[in-house]
């Protein structure tokens, strides 16, 4: 049994968040992904996600590719969460390269490219307009 583990705000649940975790769930059997509480989002970027962190939970955990949600409460607790799941490989986007290499002496680090030309950020600031 392979784990996979990605982690992510998804706020606004677009076309290149479902990508990155259905080809992160394609790498093994299941797909474990730690969403970001609110209150994380809100001391990295000093505004609160569009949707909760209830809705959030909800929205990636009905998805066919995902297998388990959990809340991450803290960046500083991402090698926990991998042990703790028993994560065999952590996908992230390739806005993260390099970042995350130092937990390769505890499972396989994958960056995949990021889906062009879409963002949570973007679609907000389309809408404002
Ligand atoms: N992601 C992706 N392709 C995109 C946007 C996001 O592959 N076009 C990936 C990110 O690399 C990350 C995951 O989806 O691994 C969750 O990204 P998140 O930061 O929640 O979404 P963004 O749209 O990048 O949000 P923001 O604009 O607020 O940074």
Not at 94 to 119: A, E, H, L, M
Request: net charge positive; charged share 30%; glycine share 4%.
């Amino acid at each position: 049994m392979k784990n996979v583990i990605t982690f992510g705000t998804f706020d606004l649940f677009h076309y290149g968040h479902l990508k990155i975790l259905q080809r992160a769930a394609s790498l093994g059997d299941r797909l474990i992904v730690g969403v970001s509480s609110d209150s994380l989002n809100f001391s990295k970027k000093s505004r609160y996600p569009i949707y909760s962190e209830k809705e959030r939970l909800d929205i990636i955990a009905s998805l066919k590719c995902v297998s388990k949600v959990f809340l991450e409460e803290s960046l500083e607790l991402k090698k926990d969460y991998i042990l703790k799941y028993k994560a065999d490989i952590l996908v992230m986007g390739n806005d993260w390269k390099g970042k995350f290499d130092c937990f390769n002496n505890i499972c396989k680090v994958i960056y995949f490219q990021r889906t062009p030309s879409i963002s949570t950020t973007e679609i907000i600031e389309r809408i404002r307009i």
